[in-house]
């Protein structure tokens, strides 16, 4: 059923023809939905509208802005029509856009043809729950110049909300309260090591996937655990990006480190690394103070102490040719409400980099073209592992949703090592899609970039079967 915007209509006027009027049993008033705006309009017939054609007024309301130059979905229940899906897509940020370019790279409308609908994109602070106004930029998907594309605008609230900054959970509940239950992604996943292995740990089936790992108090607590291990991993408890990360490794001669920048250092007993450990951690210390006092949202939650924690970790990572090698997966929920596999990558670093992300990493493959041709398995093998790491994955996240957390879109950073056991070593909400343009995983990419959008129109009530 299609939209269609008449200047004959008058602000209060809906227009349908015979057949659909007497469809719906004779209305005399139909309420109008748009996200969160409910509208009651007066019937009119008119005959001239085709079969499947709506008309609404070019007025429809002054309070908001109604895109008329995109494709909407429509729907009647109980004789209420339902007009979108209404996508609101919060990224982050502590301001309201300053210019439209700050969105040009979202490749949330890849795939915009089978979602439809308005998606807004927008910073937590553009939200006012009160007013239910939001302000923010859509993407006008019949615009011939890009730069041009995007428009500013003031919204109601939306039936559907992709969460993909640090909101409070205060705003959150606010939101809750007028859309109920369909914002998602909405807990602060990934920034405590510690509490999360503390969490995780709990579970049975679990545990046996998690590396060993302990609060990080002394280097007598590391001569302990070298002796036991072999190598470990410091890790600072609330930082990401790879910062401050460092490897330890018992060797004939005493004990070496690798920094998170490559930089290797050798100490012949734990008195010289003691010493070390804590003047570079005191440094990163200062680091990640500066860097959270330059980002609120973050600061708000984490505080800007000049201390910064660390877990100490068992070493479970694989290494080919001196190249440390790691998979993200990637499980999404559906326009079924269902998790869903969409894909699994291998991160392979620089020659002795101890961390994979963006800055140390060499490149990116897909899972099963690494696990045949780094691990070389089988691809009967390849479909096992895949299948037994979303499983894990799965049943880490649905310890967080028996919390009450609503979660829709979550990457797994995991570890396979040379026996082929597999490593749960973190969950994250915030990712970043960097490589969508990388070959050979365009596909996958896109996959990742448009299924929240997927579940997030089903979320607002937009299914095929209606």
């Known amino acids: ?67 008329k130059d995109i494709p909407y979905e429509t729907y009647f229940k109980e004789g209420a029509l339902y007009i979108g899906p209404i996508i609101l897509h919060v990224s982050l940020g502590s301001k309201q856009f300053k210019r439209k370019s700050y969105a040009f790279n979202l490749p949330m409308f890849l795939d915009y043809a089978s979602i439809k609908g308005l998606i807004v994109t927008c910073t937590e602070k553009s939200i006012d729950v009160d007013s239910g106004i939001v302000e923010g930029y859509y993407l006008d998907p019949k615009a011939k110049n890009l730069k041009n594309a995007w428009k500013y605008g003031k919204f109601p609230l939306p039936n559907a909300i992709f969460n993909h900054s640090f909101m409070s959970q205060k705003k959150v509940t606010a939101i809750q309260n007028k859309i109920g239950n369909r914002i998602f992604n909405t807990y602060l996943l990934n920034l405590d090591k510690w509490n999360t292995w503390k969490f995780l740990s709990q579970n049975d089936m679990l ?55 490559r930089k290797k250092h050798s100490f012949s007993n734990y008195q010289e690394l003691s010493q070390f450990l804590k003047t570079r951690i005191a440094s990163i210390a200062q680091q990640s103070a500066h860097f959270k006092t330059n980002s609120p949202l973050l600061s708000q939650f984490l505080g800007n102490k000049l201390t910064t924690s660390y ?20 499980l999404q929920k559906n326009s ?19 961390i ?38 799965i049943k880490t996240v649905e310890m967080y949703e ?11 950073d995991i570890a396979l ?38 579940y997030a129109k089903a979320l607002a009530g937009f299914i095929e079967s209606q």
């Not at 877990?311 to 993200?328: M, P």
């Open 1 to 67: 059923m299609e939209v269609s915007w008449l200047n004959s209509l008058e602000s209060n006027n809906i227009a349908i023809n015979s057949n659909l009027y007497e469809e719906l049993l004779q209305p005399q008033k139909i309420v109008v939905h748009y996200g969160m705006l409910e509208v009651s309009l007066a019937v009119l017939i008119n005959n001239e509208l085709s079969e499947g054609t709506i008309g609404l007024p070019m007025n429809f309301t002054d309070q908001y802005t109604i895109p």
């Open 207 to 261: 545990k046996k996937y998690i590396p060993y790992t302990e609060k990080y108090t002394s280097t007598k607590q590391l001569k302990s655990l070298l002796n036991r291990y072999g190598s470990l991993y410091l890790k600072p408890c609330n930082d990401g990006g790879g910062m401050g990360i460092m490897k330890l490794d018992k060797t004939k001669t005493g004990i070496t480190l690798i920094d998170n920048n």
């Open 311 to 330: 877990i100490v970790q068992q070493s479970v990572h694989f290494k080919k040719n001196d190249h440390h090698v790691d998979f993200r997966l990637v």
């Open 336 to 354: 079924n409400l269902e998790w869903h596999f969409t894909g699994l990558v291998a991160r392979i670093a620089h020659k002795g980099s101890i």
């Open 356 to 393: 994979t992300n963006k800055r140390g990493r060499q490149k990116m493959i897909s899972g099963r073209t690494a696990l045949t041709s780094i691990y070389g398995v089988s691809e009967e093998r390849t479909q096992k592992i895949e299948t037994e790491m979303t499983n894990v994955v």
């Open 402 to 412: 028996k919390l009450g957390y609503h979660l829709g879109d979550v990457v797994a």
């Open 417 to 454: 090592d040379s026996n082929f056991n597999i490593w749960l070593l973190e969950l994250q909400l915030y990712y970043s899609i960097n490589g969508w343009r990388t070959k050979g995983l365009r596909n996958f990419f896109v996959n990742v970039a448009t299924t929240p959008f997927k």
